[in-house]
């Protein structure tokens, strides 16, 4: 069992309210958990939102805190409530009223990776998933809430910024005005989780950025956004969607030969959504 579960990189003095997180790019693939799996090597990592730690990198120079998971999120979902256990994967599990995720094999452990493809031989123990939750999904949540006590008593208000991938097949269906796919789409579960002031902004930072920006479809936020998000209260989440295609090789997994040059593209963003939350100068030093 590895004692740090996640990683932490906290700006010298914090200047702004924003936050940025990655609950899916975590590649700290086990032995045992890849012995334990039925898929191979590559396979178990088509759900991992590869490299997008490595993208919001420079976010601590523009003076935000950047949460990142290092479990992979085929091992354990830190998008999903601690209570979405699969009765299909877990055993002891009781069935309870249907839960979309859950039945498609995608809780807070999940029974598949992309493509429905299915992870494990046989079912996993309670005490198991239990011990996954607690070693791995517990200290992630409490440091991000740490973080939004810490916005909101410093600037009155928390901005969360929640980063993910898509593949690139997920836009398919998806067109803006000008018939051209999306590079991100902005989830804010149709203005119930950040204010139409702080979603307007992050969509302009994308965009100066030189990204197509969509929002809530086809991804409109999941449990991070839902359990973190209360505009009402000035605290505001939004979830990041960002085509995988556009910095990495879906097929082989590997950065683009361009990656640096699309990785200056989001730093722009960065310090621009950073901006946002920067009240009067105000710092914050790093405890």
């Not at 067109?175 to 902005?186: E, F, G, K, M, T």
């Not at 082989?252 to 959504?273: G, N, V």
Request: with cysteine.
């Amino acid at each position: 069992m590895q004692e740090t579960t996640f990683d932490l990189s906290r700006p010298a003095a914090r200047s702004t309210s924003v936050i940025f997180a990655s609950p899916h790019s975590g590649r700290d693939y086990t032995s045992s958990f890849i012995g334990a799996a039925e898929l191979d090597a590559m396979e178990i990592r088509s759900s991992e939102d590869a490299y997008i730690d490595l993208l919001y990198a420079a976010a601590p120079e523009y003076g935000a805190p950047f949460i990142k998971a290092l479990a992979p999120r085929a091992f354990v979902d830190l998008n999903r409530g601690p209570d979405e256990l699969d009765p299909a994967l877990i055993e002891g599990v009781q069935r309870k009223p249907h839960n979309p995720r859950i039945a498609s094999g995608l809780g807070v452990i999940p029974r598949v990776v992309a493509n429905g493809r299915h992870i494990y031989r046989g079912k996993i123990s309670l005490t198991e998933a239990h011990d996954r939750i607690a070693t791995y999904w517990r200290p992630y949540h409490d440091q991000l809430q740490a973080l939004i006590d810490e916005s909101n008593r410093a600037y009155g208000e928390s901005i969360l910024i929640d980063c993910h991938s898509m593949p690139h097949e997920a836009l398919t269906a998806t067109r803006l005005q000008n018939a051209r796919r999306p590079d991100i789409v902005l989830g804010d579960r149709f203005g119930s989780t950040a204010s139409a002031r702080v979603l307007d902004a992050v969509d302009a930072a994308f965009t100066q950025a030189g990204l197509r920006v969509a929002r809530n479809a086809p991804f409109a936020g999941a449990y991070i956004v839902q359990q973190y998000g209360r505009p009402s209260k000035q605290q505001h989440a939004i979830q990041v969607e960002m085509d995988r295609a556009l910095y990495m090789d879906e097929r082989t997994l590997e950065p683009r030969a361009d990656f640096d040059t699309f990785k200056q593209q989001i730093t722009a963003a960065i310090a621009s959504i950073a901006a946002i939350g920067a009240i009067d100068g105000q710092q914050v030093a790093a405890e």
